[in-house]
């Protein structure tokens, strides 16, 4: 976690008496501007950093706001939505070091995993239209498929399976399977085997890796609030102090 702490003894000393009785709720708007600004400054450093981020990703930063009995607000990564959490993936992309393993890599043995180049995109960058997922339900490997069976169910489940993917295959719909194509001479991943004319096409999906991604550090997230800090809070301090004094009821 990223702190920042602020000495405002300056600020306070040039308070008057009526000034100083509003001093709680002034720090607790100047706080929750300067962390709406924070969080904006955050976003746009992944939109900078990042190759087209998600809307998904980019609402992943969110702010806790300050109170006046909590004089504290806090811009933090979400922290909930199962395992695909920004705080998991963004994590890496803030301190370094490798990266959590994805839900689908689990399910394909726990292998780490990078996109076949020749797979189409959305206009995130991510493989399209649930492959993934497709892949993994053709093959039994989504949960509560056959491999979470008893033997004999299983057993018969992967037959059906495997008479349902060789009719797909005929039809020239895409067949999904794990290993290493070519005789070997292929990377060994999740590969997608179709028919097209006369001829079966073959190609990458995801290609294992033989250890985790590492990541160097590529958002300067403690960098970015010091300067927020620095640039912007005693403006909004000022400014939540000149509305206090405006709004405030005659004693």
């Known amino acids: 976690m990223i702190k920042v702490t602020m000495d405002i003894k300056a600020l306070v000393a040039e308070l008057n008496d009526l000034e100083k009785r509003q001093l709680p ?10 962390a709406d600004e924070l969080r904006t400054a955050y976003q746009r450093e992944m939109r900078d950093s990042f190759d087209r981020p998600t809307p ?5 930063v969110r702010v806790r706001y300050a109170t006046k009995k909590s004089l504290d607000a806090e811009v933090r990564l979400q922290d909930s939505g199962g395992r695909n959490r920004p705080s998991q993936y963004l994590r890496p ?6 990266r959590r393993m994805k839900a689908y890599e689990i399910q394909l ?4 995993t990078v996109p076949g180049r020749e797979m189409a995109r959305d206009m995130y960058g991510n493989l399209q239209g649930g492959i993934i997922t497709r892949a993994l339900a053709q093959m039994g490997l989504l949960r509560g498929g056959v491999t979470q069976r008893t033997s004999q169910d299983q057993a018969d489940a992967a037959a059906k399976l495997k008479q349902r993917r060789e009719k797909m295959g005929r039809a020239g719909k895409p067949v999904y399977f794990v290993g290493r194509p070519g005789g070997g001479r292929l990377p060994e991943g999740l590969w997608e085997r179709r028919k097209i004319g ?3 096409v073959t190609r990458p999906v995801l290609i294992f890796l033989d250890q985790a991604p590492t990541y160097s550090p590529r958002l ?4 970015t609030a010091q300067q927020v800090h620095r640039t912007h809070f005693e403006t909004n301090f000022r400014q939540a102090l000149a509305y206090a004094k405006a709004t405030a009821r005659p004693r």
Not at 25 to 34: I, K, P, R
Not at 56 to 60: A, E, F, Q, V
Not at 109 to 112: K, L, Q, S
């Open 109 to 112: 043995g726990r292998r780490y």
């Open 198 to 200: 006369r001829f079966w």
């Open 56 to 60: 998904y990703t980019l609402r992943g």
């Open 220 to 223: 300067e997230w403690e960098f």
């Open 93 to 98: 992309e803030v301190y370094g070091g490798p």
């Open 25 to 34: 709720f002034v720090m607790q708007q100047a706080l929750n501007l300067t």
